[in-house]
């Protein structure tokens, strides 16, 4: 059992025993202690539940395409925006970021580059000299050093204060942030378009319901509380 049915179920306790012991402050404390809570856990369920005949009520299923729109926008106004994208671009100081493209270099097949070297090399002055060594079949055997030193050596270069300064040079042009902040809102726009009502509602309901369950406990204790001062003060 959750805290709200326990929180209810302690009230009408209360107000049974108060009841049946005739009781008047326990009844009153525990009617009140009721009424509170009973209240409360309504007020959670119409949250996320239509109620026939309660205007209102299923406020966040029926408000889906507001809550869509207002993920969104906090997305893009808060997180996405230009000067955001651009404290990314750069560090603390303001000198350009230093991104590390190491794992997107060792994924790259460098193979056509070195593929390309030979064709140059064949179609050069060079290219008989290598035609009486065997041709390009001659080297073949350099391939896999070349492309290890090529992707080493674009490493270094990725690393260096001049290249980053120009990267980041080129991706803070208005069109380019632009064009960043449309891909982003695109994304964005897709994923909520596959969210559904109900898809929402149990995303909201797993991130609060537990701790709106505390507001069925408080209601219980100050109604129980209120329903106390009445009886003490027999003003029920």
Partial sequence: MNKSVITNLL??????GGYFLDHAILFTVG??????AVTNWLAVHMLFEKVPGLYGSGVIPAR????????RDLMMEQFFTEDNIDRFLSDSSGKASTLDLAPVIEKVDLSPAFDNLVNVI???????MLA???GSE???PLKEPFIEKMKASIGEISQSDEFNTLLRDELEQPSVIAGMRDKVSDIIEKRLNELTPQL??????TMIRKHLGWLVVWGGVFGGAIGALAAVTNTF
């Fill in 64 to 71: 889906f395409e507001d809550f869509k729109k207002g993920i």
């Fill in 138 to 140: 001659a080297i073949q």
């Fill in 132 to 134: 009486m060594v065997g």
């Fill in 11 to 16: 009230a009408l306790l209360c107000a049974l």
């Fill in 200 to 205: 929402v509602k149990e995303i909201i309901q």
């Fill in 122 to 128: 064949e179609n050069s002055s060079f290219g008989g």
């Fill in 31 to 36: 009617l009140f202690a009721l009424s509170g």
